[in-house]
């Protein structure tokens, strides 16, 4: 993919190694969320993350960005409120957020 405004390119080819611990297929926010916290959590620094497209290409690209337990079924308004609404969880996800556009 192309920068929306330029020419360069964002994203390039990089070599791959013989071997991986781990190798998770599609850069959405599902693989690199598991690639990010394999590292953080785990200490797991020989991961690839394979994507035939661009980062985001995917569902995760293109979706409307609510944080919300809108999925009308008895079994899934229970589990996105315990999983995107716990306080602690929201809070601490907004101070990274902030902490990535310098705080405004
Ligand atoms: C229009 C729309 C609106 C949405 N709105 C919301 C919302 O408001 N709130 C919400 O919580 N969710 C929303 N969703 C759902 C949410 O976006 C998805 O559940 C989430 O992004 C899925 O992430 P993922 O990483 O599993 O998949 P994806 O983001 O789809 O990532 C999969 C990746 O794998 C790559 N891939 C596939 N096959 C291969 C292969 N063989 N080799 C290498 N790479 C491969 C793809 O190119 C892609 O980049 C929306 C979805 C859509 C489409």
Same mark, same amino acid.
């Given at each position: 993919m192309l920068q929306l405004f330029g020419k360069e390119?964002?994203? /390039?080819?990089?070599e791959l190694k013989r071997s991986?611990?781990?190798?998770i297929v599609g850069a959405g926010v599902h693989g690199l !969320?598991?690639?990010y916290y394999l590292g953080k959590k785990h200490g797991l620094r020989n991961i690839a993350v394979l *994507? /035939?497209?661009?980062l985001g290409a995917g569902n995760s690209g293109r979706n409307t960005a609510i944080i919300r337990s809108n999925y009308r079924t008895a *079994? !899934?308004?229970?589990?996105?409120?315990a999983s995107a609404f716990r306080r602690a969880w929201l809070e601490s996800f907004v101070q990274r957020v902030r902490s990535f556009d310098g705080g405004a």
């Open positions: 390119r964002m994203w /390039r080819a990089h991986y611990d781990v190798v !969320g598991i690639a *994507e /035939r497209s661009y *079994e !899934g308004i229970p589990f996105y409120d």
